[in-house]
């Protein structure tokens, strides 16, 4: 995935066959998981905790049915991976894409680390039969930098 063009918050970027294939299978994968798994907090009153926790978890569910609105038409949109030449697709993300998609990478990659029972990162190898999760997981992180790091040469 190259940049080929930043500016006035546009995003140009071009992909092989493989890797058009390998991002719309990972964001395919979206959701992952239900919510939060972790205590709001370890001391305060549980009740209120609690509470909180759920009024949390109905956010969340609700954004991320925004989220997989968004990423259906995304994916679904005539055009979408133009392509260019032999093997090669155009995309173009504006700025505000560019951040959700950010963050639908991030729910995916850290969905899968939840799944997976948020192991260390040394701990890959001990997964066994989790492999494909693993994988799906470090190339969220691959395009999560090529985004990032998109977005600083603008």
């Known amino acids: 995935m190259n940049l080929l063009e930043a500016k006035n918050g546009l995003f140009i970027f071009r992909l092989e066959r493989r890797e058009r294939d390998v991002l719309t299978h990972v964001l395919k994968q979206f959701p992952v998981g239900g919510g939060p798994t972790m205590p709001l907090s370890k001391s305060g009153d549980e009740k209120r905790l609690i509470e909180h926790a759920k009024l949390l978890e109905e956010a969340l569910a609700e954004q991320r049915k925004e989220h997989k609105r968004q990423l259906d038409a995304f994916l679904g949109e005539q055009g979408r991976f133009a392509e260019d030449g032999h093997n090669h697709f155009r995309v173009r993300l504006t700025s505000t894409q560019m951040d959700w998609l950010l ?52």
């Open 103 to 154: 963050r639908v990478l991030n729910e995916v990659r850290v969905g899968l680390w939840t799944k997976l029972g948020q192991p260390e990162t040394g701990d890959w190898l001990s997964l066994e039969g989790q492999f494909d999760d693993v994988v799906t997981m470090e190339r969220c992180a691959l395009f999560q930098t090529q985004l990032l790091a998109a977005l600083t040469e603008e």
